[in-house]
């Protein structure tokens, strides 16, 4: 059974810095591309960074130089450390396994709360 589940999430002023985790169990990590998706409220839910089983990043604009994505395979773990965090970054973020050869999935987490407020 495949299970990705996120943590980390909470109550952080602007400015302020959270890490995101996000364990996988169930699938071989070493073939997955492994993503940090976030969905403010009334808005679509938008790709905020990825990280290749290579290892190589992709960022949206909005995070870059601010948030950092980083996977450690001996651990099936992935995280998003994110720092100078504004209030517009408010929104659950959830994690997604994405298998990059065949057959592909994808797996999602059930998301963690980020609040950015003072």
């Known amino acids: 059974q495949v299970q990705v589940v996120e943590s980390g999430g909470g109550l952080v002023q602007p400015g302020g810095s959270l890490r995101l985790s996000c364990a996988a169990s169930g699938i071989i990590f070493s073939f997955y591309t492994m993503g940090w998706y976030r969905q403010a409220p009334e808005k679509q839910r938008e790709l905020v960074a990825t990280?290749?089983?290579?290892?190589?990043?992709n960022y949206v604009e909005s995070v870059k130089a601010r948030f950092t994505i980083s996977r450690d395979n001996a651990k099936n773990t992935v995280y998003l450390q994110m720092n100078s965090l504004k209030p517009e970054d408010t929104a659950v973020y959830y994690c997604n396994a994405h298998r990059e050869n065949y057959p592909f999935r994808d797996y999602w987490g059930q998301g963690t709360q980020v609040t950015v407020s003072s």
């Open positions: 990280i290749t089983s290579g290892g190589s990043t």
